[in-house]
Structure formats: structure tokens, C-alpha cells
């Protein structure tokens, strides 16, 4: 009550402080980590986007409603706009990752992509690397989306990684 003795309520709160505590120090460490900064940096963000959105693309395939799907290719049709245009299809990159993330129903890997995704540089930044290196992501877009659409688990997930691969292949000509 007056702070000198610890009951075992209070032993028990200490406990789950300290746990929380250490939670806390490991996702701070994490967000250090993920604030890209180099070619080493973005390659390994991307390493850890092809394993996490994989799945994301695999499990969205099994689970993904009609209206995500339109949703998906209004997004698709929203970044055909702006390629044409030649505007910036950044916010277009993210919707279409976030709404596969949704769709996917994983909580875990959904928030581990938020968390990528978080300083918002991630998208704009590669962007300017494909411009540079005269590459697009709109096929891969696309695929990825068919793949989905025909709920094709093994297909999807093989699109998405492929789109990845993508962008490795983009960043490491950039740096050359």
C-alpha cells in the first residue's frame, strides 16, 4: 500500500511491467533496424518482405472476399492511371501490398508488414530506383492479382516472390 512491502499482486504487475519492458527494448530494436538506409539495407528489408509477403499473397488466395478483390483491381486500375500519367504510383504500391496483407486474415503478418511500411519511405524510395533503372512493378501487379483472383495459393505466392525478385534485381542494378 505505502510502497514497502510487495505483495504478490503487486510481485505479479512487477513481473508483467518488466515483460512488457522487454517487449517494448526488441520492437524498438526492430524499428531501428528496418529504417533503411544503403543497398544492404533495402536488399535485406526485401529479403524479409519476400518471406512475410509469400504467405500474405499465398493465404489472400484462400481467403480473399469479392469485394477485396474488386477493391484490389480498382487499385490496379488506379496505378494503370498514373504510370500513364507518369505520377507516382507509391500510394497505389501500398494499398495494393495493404489490401493483399487484409486479405490474407494473419494479424501477425499484417502487423510485421505495417511495421516494414512504417517510416513510408520503402515505396517512394524504390520507385525512384525502378525510374532509374527503367523497370516497372505494374506486370507484377498484375500477376499477382490474376494469381489471386483464381485463388491459386501456390501461384500467388510464386508471383509475389517473383515480384520481389524484381526489386532485389532493380536495387542491385541501381548500385552497379
Known amino acids: 500500500f505505502k510502497g514497502r512491502k510487495l505483495t504478490p499482486i503487486g510481485k505479479k504487475k512487477l513481473d508483467e511491467l ?3 519492458k522487454t517487449i517494448n527494448h526488441y520492437g524498438n530494436e526492430l524499428l531501428s533496424v528496418i529504417r ?3 543497398k544492404q539495407g533495402l536488399l535485406d528489408l526485401l529479403i524479409a518482405r519476400k518471406a512475410i509477403e509469400g504467405q500474405l499473397a499465398k493465404l489472400a488466395a484462400n481467403y480473399i472476399t469479392d469485394d477485396e478483390l474488386h477493391q484490389l483491381n480498382l ?3 488506379s496505378q494503370q ?3 500513364d500519367k507518369g505520377t507516382s504510383i507509391a500510394d497505389d504500391d501500398v494499398k495494393f501490398h495493404k489490401l493483399i496483407a487484409k486479405a490474407a486474415r494473419n494479424r501477425v503478418l499484417d502487423a510485421a508488414m505495417d511495421l516494414i511500411r512504417q517510416h513510408g519511405q520503402i515505396s517512394p524510395m524504390l520507385e525512384y530506383i525502378r525510374k532509374e533503372v527503367k523497370s516497372t512493378v505494374l506486370l507484377d501487379h498484375k500477376n499477382i492479382y490474376q ?3 483464381a485463388r491459386k495459393p501456390d501461384l500467388a505466392e510464386k508471383a509475389m516472390v517473383h515480384h520481389i525478385d524484381n526489386l532485389e534485381r532493380d536495387v542491385k542494378r541501381y548500385w552497379e
Request: charged share 20%; net charge negative.
Open 81 to 83: 492511371l498514373h504510370v
Open 75 to 77: 487499385v490496379l486500375k
Open 147 to 149: 494469381a489471386i483472383a
Open 36 to 38: 533503411v538506409t544503403g
Open 18 to 20: 518488466e515483460h512488457e
